[in-house]
């Protein structure tokens, strides 16, 4: 074997070496890191080149290629959404990502990102909420407790202080799930028997089911004055959670607009519905929340910023080698344009 | 370590696999191979999802994904192009593929593409050579002598019976180069001192030069007829090698003239210049070549079908588990709603 130059090998980031960085940071603190990288890049917004999601749909789920770039780096997330996965023992949503350099365009990092979404997704959601929820709001109803709903619990108590969370799903054995894997974590948990009894003196209402269709998990008389409502689970076309009604009532917050009209709870809604994007507020160029009555909403379906934010914490966090592979995946001869060569004398 | 269970494991092929890969099939035998795959895939051109490459450009470079799908399997392509690397000692072109199951939205492949894409750039020509090129055609000018030089020639002796090479490069080391390299595979070489000197007697011409810029490596009055010119240099906008009037003189034929158009030779012509797609003489839709003297032109820029084809080929190729190593880069919970729970138990 020909060892191949340090140019060409590509430091990668396996789950297992994925979950010992997690336990080597804390997931609290890991949390909150990215939370501080996804807000960075939100408050630099128009640094980034941004494009809708490459979609590739298929009857039973779709894949997805996310690209962005802020000029020096270049990253992108691939990532599935398979609905039906669950029920054969696969994982719903499975996802890796890679960072390039812009300026020779060799990939720096690739790295497993079914995790590492959870927890981006769970320190945006929670970053979104500092900015949103009603000041010290203390309980949380957790509606939906598959994958998603421990990282969220989580991410609420390291970033704006939660204390209680309110269980509720169709499915009881999910939410006995999220029971005992927050058991110990400094969360105070209570199991729910209807999505009404979930939101009983919760300030925030976090919404993450997994049906792709229209559902209605909150109906409009179920959402009274002075919430935020945390809605993740709507991220494809034809799939949302939310009564209209509350929409008309909420004042809504969006990622990327473009792409939250095609996936998000606004797809219901007509195309000039009133948005106000995230960034917007990150960078103090319009309010979140202006009241205590207000209902803020969170049409939160996930962008590729969010992941770029998340390659780059991951690269800061591998810059010494610890935690990560090098892999052999760019052809690097001596001289550039003797690749043939380098391949004779491999022989 | 929690050791991963088989579903969350993907077959990676590194450079060093390529390589030994490539040397034990016969670099001649997989260059048929892969030519008869991408010749497959034209020939079923309408199942395909069709896209042009999702590009980020920047002032030094552009890299790209190229997904496509027929319905079953998923693949795309990561690709850059930096011409100026070259001067800095990196390769002007690196890239790795995917490939994934539709069904599951599971990766199923993970593989070097650099030297995977040169010999599927080579294996096209050649093939579509086989339905264009002179009858008898036993000469081919080579103009540009870099690194996909020396694969064009080999392609072109292993699936059309190739005896004769005349290299031309304004660099003479790199003309030296692909001699040094060409020498006892088979072929004559001749080294030549102009481009003019190079098509002396040539049946097929080749250019595949580097500069990102409109260049004339071909003048009109240097084109005989009875011939076939393989176009390949020319990949992006603002990038191109042929005059004008060669183009007006020859039976154009493109990959996906969506594509073409903004980045082949054609970008020069107005928007309904006459292209025939190559699948359509594949599939005996359109006609080839009709007489001796017509001059007929590929205009290739690469199409996202020939990175699936040559995917689809590797995978094959590697179905026992020989040449490839298992890469942990999904995470795959017993339960699949519990990812927090393998995150936790993994402490």
Not at 84 to 97: D, H, Y
Request: glycine share 8%; net charge negative; proline share 4%.
């Amino acid at each position: 074997m020909i060892q191949p130059s340090n140019k060409a090998l590509v430091p990668f980031v396996s789950v297992d070496n994925m979950m010992r960085l997690v336990h080597s940071i804390g997931i609290e603190t890991m949390l909150r890191d990215l939370a501080s990288y996804v807000e960075a890049d939100f408050h630099r917004w128009e640094s980034f080149d941004k494009t809708p999601r490459v979609a590739s749909h298929s009857d039973v789920g779709v894949i997805e290629l996310m690209p962005t770039s802020d000029g020096e780096a270049y990253g992108f997330k691939y990532v599935n959404g398979h609905p039906k996965n669950t029920a054969e023992g696969l994982q719903t949503v499975t996802a890796f990502g890679l960072l390039a350099d812009v300026y020779t365009g060799y990939p720096v990092l690739l790295t497993e990102m079914t995790l590492l979404t959870a927890l981006r997704t769970a320190a945006t959601s929670a970053m979104v909420a500092k900015h949103l929820a009603p000041k010290g709001a203390k309980t949380m109803a957790m509606i939906g407790n598959g994958a998603q709903s421990e990282f969220q619990t989580l991410a609420m108590k390291a970033i704006i202080g939660l204390e209680n969370v309110r269980l509720y799903d169709i499915d009881t054995e999910a939410s006995r799930k999220c029971a005992h894997n927050l058991s110990g974590m400094g969360v105070h948990v209570t199991l729910c028997k209807s999505p009404e009894d979930a939101i009983e003196g919760a300030q925030i209402l976090t919404t993450c089911t997994a049906d792709k269709k229209n559902a209605t998990i909150l109906s409009d008389n179920m959402v009274g004055t002075g919430v935020h409502i945390n809605a993740i689970g709507g991220d494809c076309p034809g799939k949302t959670e939310l009564a209209a009604g509350i929409l008309d009532r909420a004042d809504v917050f969006v990622e990327f607009t473009e792409q939250t009209r095609i996936e998000g709870e606004i797809q219901q809604m007509p195309d000039d519905f009133p948005v106000t994007e995230i960034w917007e507020v990150i960078a103090g160029q319009k309010p979140g929340r202006v009241d205590e009555k207000q209902i803020t909403l969170f049409d939160g379906v996930g962008f590729a910023t969010e992941d770029f934010s998340a390659l780059r914490y991951i690269r800061d966090q591998v810059k010494d080698g610890a935690f990560c592979d090098p892999l052999d995946m760019l052809a690097d001869p001596d001289d550039p344009r003797d690749l043939f060569g380098m391949l004779q004398r491999a022989k």
